[in-house]
């Protein structure tokens, strides 16, 4: 398996509003540089509600492994005349993995006492291990012929390295009546990289329920929760082989070099979490979170409310 640093665009998990309920809570620190926002300020906190600080910056970091599935293994030469030549892989041995370095600021409004809104830029780097073993390969519509097949085996096991742009946006909506809290955290990213065909796009989807633990510092929040996150990564690789890795047989109709493709697809989309999180004065949070069953993941971020 693979386990590689990976900078989550997870939200830094700030509450939303806080009903107290029956514990009385301070609010008179959560005033931002603006009034106006979030949106029905002024009416929650004339019932004493705790609302947030209308503006954040966060930054987080995770690592995490997990297992994929390669699909639709291409390959394509081209003959001493020019013609274009396609084979898939008929039998596939494998164990792939993957994993991503990502690193991004992003900004982030309390549009409601109950809603915030984020943007996300920065930068990915990533690699992808294929590890298959072929047990055969059908050549597609050999002229006269048709498909094919030809037993033989070999690996590819190459390291797929890509890096490049990403960019995205994410909404996360949250709220507690103390002291249990509730979020749910969606976001969208597209990574443009090199070396790959395409772009890569990416699903996270991360509901939760968590729980303030009474602390003698009013001037420390701590929230832990339990959850889960979906998270889609499918990607696509690519790459070149010797043909005679393949057959030797084939080097008189493919030549010496071919090129391959394929997708991976995570074999679990979701995992489990458990988290907390300490709020600082209501302007600084620092958070830890830890995924298992299905995706093994480890996370630390800081988040500036203002």
Request: aromatic residues 16%.
């Amino acid at each position: 398996m693979l386990l590689t640093p990976y900078l989550s665009e997870a939200q830094q998990n700030t509450v939303g509003f806080i009903y107290p309920g029956n514990k009385r809570l301070s609010s008179q620190e959560t005033n931002g540089v603006v009034s106006f926002l979030p949106f029905l300020n002024k009416r929650f906190k004339k019932k004493n509600i705790v609302t947030p600080k209308p503006f954040g910056l966060a930054f987080s970091s995770m690592i995490y492994k997990q297992e994929f599935i390669s699909k639709d293994l291409r390959i394509k030469a081209e003959t001493s005349l020019g013609q274009e030549i396609f084979a898939h892989g008929d039998s596939i041995s494998q164990q792939t993995t993957a994993g991503e370095l990502k690193a991004y600021v992003k900004p982030n409004i309390w549009i409601f006492p109950f809603m915030n809104v984020y943007g996300i830029i920065g930068y990915t780097s990533g690699e992808i291990r294929p590890d298959l073993f072929i047990d055969g390969i059908v050549i597609e519509d050999l002229p006269g012929i048709g498909d094919y097949y030809i037993d033989t085996t070999f690996v590819l096991d190459d390291i797929i390295r890509y890096h490049g742009s990403t960019y995205g946006f994410g909404t996360s909506l949250s709220f507690s009546y103390y002291p249990f809290t509730f979020y749910l955290d969606y976001h969208y990213t597209v990574t443009d990289p090199t070396d790959l065909e395409g772009k890569l796009y990416n699903h996270f989807l991360s509901p939760k329920i968590g729980y303030f633990v009474k602390l003698k510092n009013k001037n420390l929040m701590l929230n832990t929760w339990a959850g889960a996150m979906y998270f889609n990564n499918n990607q696509s690789f690519a790459g070149e082989i010797t043909v005679e890795e393949i057959a030797p047989e084939l080097v008189p109709i493919f030549g010496e070099k071919a090129v391959y493709n394929g997708v991976i697809e995570s074999k679990h989309d979701w995992n489990f979490l458990l988290g907390a999180s300490l709020n600082i004065k209501h302007s600084h949070l620092v958070f830890a979170e830890f995924g298992f069953v299905n995706r093994l993941q480890a996370s630390i971020g800081y988040g500036f409310m203002f």
